[in-house]
């Protein structure tokens, strides 16, 4: 990481936009939006990441600090490019989701919460996802929804990124 | 029986979510008539109240009377706050109003908001949505263009701004208060009651939150009669409402039907059982409500009173089917594990008492479980139950309580044998 204590401007530029959404006198309400900005952009977040919103919307460094640890989203160390969150929660649960869960374990060799060697993948358990007839589900970075699961799709999915990537 | 009549009546459009079919289906005539001063908002409160139409995020607080709370006339900046953070296990249902009909969401809102004279309204969005956060978007510029939404509306001094916005992921900012804090760049924890968002809610402004199923059926409601949306429920319950059904059947999916439905025409549309296995339990309302054995349900109807009957609730639809084969320790776990890291902390009995539950089942199921443990943990359930500063509490208790009461022989065979009574060794 560079030392560069100012975010790139592609980044700066959608906080300003985001900032609007809510009254002047309240930047604190754009802290939220702004550390998903700055994770979609780096990748996680770091103390500094998290030091320089804090003097960028001019507020307390605790203010993002407490946001930053309480929302499960957000990365505080480092992680694969794709993130793999599979849901645990009761309905994809009935549906199979723990034997998905292992067998994803195995096809990445990695066991639950860590990153593979090559960077690529991290998996998480997520809680539900409100896919719940769609189950079992996952998100891929947060935000990309990947329903009825099977092993088999899943194995294309991890085949596909990973090819994806050779290319 | 018919489906989709309400929220989800763009469905079978072919562009179900555009501005040119929302407004081909009446859209917008409703808001058109306020700004106009054809309807007064009086009448819009009048005619809620008839419709019967309840709060759909999970308490069924009756949605006329939220909004009478709300005294349009003070001064001062108000707000309405849709909650679309949906993340009850179970549940799925927002998310495709957002995706199909965002239009009738957005009239829904201005309607709501300017009722209570509220000038701003924001709608969370849970932070994996942001497919349906594009939908919204797109349908907010379109009314925006159309001159529906804005700073003086259609020249009639009339000012409504909505915003759309999203999370970052927990649970808990599905808790009314807890999405106020969130929306004012904080950690979402609930807020002690009173005071009500009626009277300090966003930034201490009087606020109300709506679910996005409740707002967006307002539109219909007053577009075709209270009466029209009454006679579809039942008497106690009017309208429709939307089920999402999971678990162990064939068909899982989403149906907005009429309230009062009898639950085993529900089951078949869902495609009945998996396998044509036995249905062995229901949680009706989304995992905070009580189970209901599967005997009882296959009797019952899905209305408010029809769910009151048989000890459990309609809560936020999520309908949860178990078959035969499920093991009720191993599902009450998952359920509990939820509630364990979901819970946001602030509470001791909550904080603590999931953390326990879990474990406590963690050890059962790990067969190194006591016959003793099965009352300990309806003890701890009620030493949660009534003793936090929100519902969420309740939300772990209920759960607890009903599985063990109908289901009591299999946590004291896991307990005495630690093994499944179901599943075996
Ligand atoms: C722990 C907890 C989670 C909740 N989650 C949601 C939710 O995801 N969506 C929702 O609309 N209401 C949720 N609620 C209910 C809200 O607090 C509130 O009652 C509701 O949004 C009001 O809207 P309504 O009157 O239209 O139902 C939750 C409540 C609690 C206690
Ligand atoms: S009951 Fe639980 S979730 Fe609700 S405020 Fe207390 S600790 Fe937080
Ligand atoms: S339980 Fe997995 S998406 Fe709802």
Redesign the interface.
Known sequence: MNNKREFDSSVTKKIDTWKK???KE?P??????S??FIQDHYGWLSDKHLDMLADYLDLAPI?VY??AS?????HRKPVGKYVLGIC????C???GSEPLLHHLETKLDIKLGDTTKDGLFTLKE??????????PAM?VN??Q?VEDLTPESLDKLVDNLRQGEQT | MKQNLVCYRTFEEKSPSSFETYKKLNGYSTWEKLLKGKMKPSDVIDAIKAAGLMGRGGAGFPTGLKMSFINRDKEGQKYLVCNSDESEPGTSKDRFIMQKNPHQLIEGMAIAAYTMGATVGYNYMRGEFMTEFESCEKALKEAKKAGLIGKNILGTGIDFELINIIGAGAYIVGEETAMLESIEGKRAMPRFKPPFPANYGLYGKPTTVNNTESLASIPVILDKGPEWFKKLGTEKSGGTKIFSVSGHVAKPGVFEIPMGTPFKDLLELAGGMLDSRGCKAVIPGGSSMKIVPGKIMLNAEMSYEGMQSVGSAIGSGGVIVMDDRTCMVEALACVIKFYEDESCGQCTPCREGTNWLHQNLRDILAGKGNIKDVDLLVEIAGKIEGKTICAFGEAVAWPVQSFIEHFRDEFEFYCKNGYSKVKGK
């Open positions: 959404k809510f009254p309240k604190e309400s754009s802290i939220i939006m550390l998903r203010r407490e946001v309480f929302y499960s989203m957000y645990g929660s009761i309905s649960m009935l549906r997520v809680e539900c996802l409100a896919s719940c007839t769609k189950a998100v947060g935000t929804y």
